[in-house]
Structure formats: structure tokens, C-alpha cells
């Protein structure tokens, strides 16, 4: 039955008024950290636990009115973030770095777990295919509109071959997209079916495309601008994509290993080693997403475990988690960028996403998908976050000349993307009639599942 217009008001303002308790709540708690000088640790455990009050209430907030609960958590963020009103300052908001790695890991966790082996080989091709149309279109557009419209963006310089590797690096930025926000939609909105199966596999293997072909683009800007440190690249692909399949092997077997033997309190166990994966892989300089995929992948296809209790283990903690995670992504949003560089961040977003649906189509046609596929996947592939924002802080350190403007622009496109891309990924698993049926699937069902029917 869908709802009136009068429940949903009433589920609203129910979401709403906690919301805005919590927020009267820490706007008393800022007077006293002003009043009182509160220690580095405390500033942190304060902003953290309103992050998690305040993008939980949000989350339930945005569900009320057919909005992924993404989206809740993000806005609450963006509301309390220090670009806005400044409740939560930069320095409370120093521990972050632990949430962000865990989520990231969990997240990719959930996604190796939901590849499954038989279904990887039997639509290898189709995932190559849209991979390769959609990813080389978008790095082709946004170059192309990148020195066309080179005299509106005034960090280009007259010279073609500076302006031709400026805009091959954000051109290749701008290939990228959101594997955390992909596999939290479908996961929230327990989406089964071609569209949720085929973005999910595109998007992990773009995530691999992208660090390699960044590398080579960072590589050959580097050669052309005389900053070239000697580094052999190949051997950084080896160690940074071969030592992070390799360690997630490790975490895989380890996993398999506890499960199969012990196999109690699931919950704990996969926080404390998405907590070991994310602190392996940076200081070891590997890509966390890419080694807890692969445990995942490892757990799922090769051990003789069950993955399904996995995946159980994963849903008790994925409510705090993904609260925390992306309300604290959206403390980030920097409104005043995007204040200041909205003409530009409009177009290139406008760009992109023509690119995005260009290139998916022409994938989706060559591979003969099915007619939903071919109509809603580029959808999901519309959202950027810290894949983007890691590689436009590379550039801005790297070429200190003209990177820290790039990155302002591509902070301030993130801003956009952020914000609609769950919206659009959500409205288009609905459309495509594959919202709710993994309800029964093990994986796909959040911990904060709530009976209400989500509309959107």
C-alpha cells in the first residue's frame, strides 16, 4: 500500500524532531568545548558519536520521503561539517581516518562476498566490455571539453602541451566513481537482479582499471612536465595491486579459517580484521578496498567456509558503520568551493554525465544486455567520493603549479556527485523492478531494516 501524504509527513517530522534534538544538542555541547577546553580525545569521541546519532537519525530521515538513507547520512553531515554551519570542526573530526578505513574495508568485505564465481565467468565479457566503453568515453569527454573550453578554466595556461596534460590528468580523475556508495545502495535497498549484479561487477573492476591507468597517466605527466623521479611504475602496479590481491588472500584464508573452526561472535571478529586489513594496507601502501575484496572473493568462491555467516557478521555492524562513514563524508562537502566554482563544476558534471550514459550505452548495446540494463546502468556509476578526492590530492601535491586548483574543481564536482548520485542509482534499481528482492538473500539486508516501505 503507498503511503499518504499525511503519513509520510508524520514519518518525517517523527525522523525530523530527534534530529533536530540531536543538533540542539551539540550546539550546547560546542558552547562547552568553548567554555571548556576539551582534549584532543574528547573533541573526537564527541564528534564521532554525534555523527553517528545525527547521520542515523538522518538516514531514517531520508527514508521516510523515498531517499536512500545515504543520502540522510551525508546531508547530516554537510549540515554540522565544518564548510557549514561548523558545529564539528576539522580537528574533532581528526579520527575519522580510522572510521573511513574501516567502512571502506567492510564495505569491499560485503562486495567479495556477493561475487560469486559462477557468475563471474559467465558474464566476464559483458563486465569487460561496459568497463572498457564507459570508462575510455568519460576520460575522452571530459579531456576533449578540458581543452576546448580551455580558456574558461583559469588554471590552464596557454601552452598546449601544459593544457593537454592537465587535461588528460582530470580527465582520467573523472573516470572514476563511488564502489562504497554502488554496493551500500544495493545493499541497502536489497536489490537483486541484472542491473545490481552488472554495476556491482563494473564498479569493483573500474576501481582496479583506474589505479593502474592513473598511475601511467600521473607517469606520463610527469615525464612531460620534467618531474619525473626515476621510479620504475611497473614495479608500483606490482606492489600496490599485486601485494594487495596477495594480502587479501592472506585476510581470506585467515577468515575462512576462523569461521570454519570457531565461527562465534562473527560481529567482532570481521571488525577487528577489517581494522587489521585497513592498517595493513596503509602502511604497506596497498589499496584497502582491493585487499578485503578479495578476502571476501576468497571467503565466498574458495574456502570451506560459509560465507553466508560472513555476510551475517557484516550486517550487525553495517548500520553504525555506514552512518558514521557517510555522515563523516559529508563533512567534507565543501559548499564554499562549489559556491565559487559552480559554473565550471555544472559543466563538467553536466559532461560527465552525458559521458557516463554514452559509454554505457554503447557497452550495454555491444554485449546484447538486457533492455533495463541497458536503459539504468549508467546510473550507478554517476557518484564519486574518496577514490576521486585521493587522486586530486595526489595531483595538487604533485604539480603544486596547478594541482591545488584542479583539486578545487574536482572537490567541488564531488560536492554534486555525492549528493545525487544514490538518488539516481536508487530510483533506477527501482525502476528496473529489483529493489527488495534479495530480501531473502543473505548479504543484502542492512542491520537498520526498517518494516516501513521505502518508496523510492
Known sequence: MTPTGSTVTQRLTARALPLALAVGMVVLLHQVALDHALTRAQSATLALGFLLVGGFVG??????????????????????GPHLSGLLTKEMLAAGKAVEGLAVALIALTAGGEL????????????????FCELW??????????????????????????????????????????????IAVIAETRSEGPVARTALGVTILKDVAIIILFAIALAV??????????????????????????????????????????????????????????QTATALHLETLLVALTAGFWVENFSRAKGEDLIKGIERLSLPVYALFFAAAGTKVDLGALQTLWPLALMLTAARGLAVWAGTRLGTQLVGAEPEVKRYLWLGFISQAGVSLALATIVARTFPAWGDEVQALIVAMIAIHELIGPIGFQWALSRAGEVGRASDAPGHAPADADPEPNTG
Open 59 to 80: 538516514g531514517k530521515a531520508a527514508a521516510a520521503i523515498g531517499l536512500p538513507r545515504i543520502t540522510g547520512y551525508l546531508l547530516a553531515g554537510v549540515l554540522v
Open 116 to 131: 560469486r564465481l559462477p557468475w563471474v565467468k559467465k558474464h566476464a565479457k559483458r563486465l569487460a566490455v561496459i568497463t
Open 137 to 182: 568515453t568519460v576520460a575522452a569527454v571530459i579531456t576533449g571539453v578540458m581543452l576546448v573550453g580551455s580558456s574558461l578554466f583559469p588554471f590552464v595556461p596557454e601552452d598546449l602541451a601544459t593544457a593537454a596534460v592537465i587535461a588528460m590528468v582530470f580527465g582520467t580523475i573523472a573516470v572514476a566513481n563511488s564502489p562504497t556508495v554502488t
Open 221 to 278: 605527466a610527469k615525464d612531460a612536465l620534467g618531474a619525473a623521479s626515476g621510479g620504475s611504475l611497473g614495479m608500483t602496479l606490482l606492489r600496490e595491486l599485486g601485494g594487495s590481491v596477495v594480502a587479501g588472500l592472506v585476510f581470506g584464508v585467515a577468515i575462512g579459517l576462523f569461521l570454519r573452526f570457531i565461527g562465534r561472535d562473527v560481529a567482532v571478529f570481521v571488525l577487528g580484521i577489517c581494522f587489521a586489513m585497513w
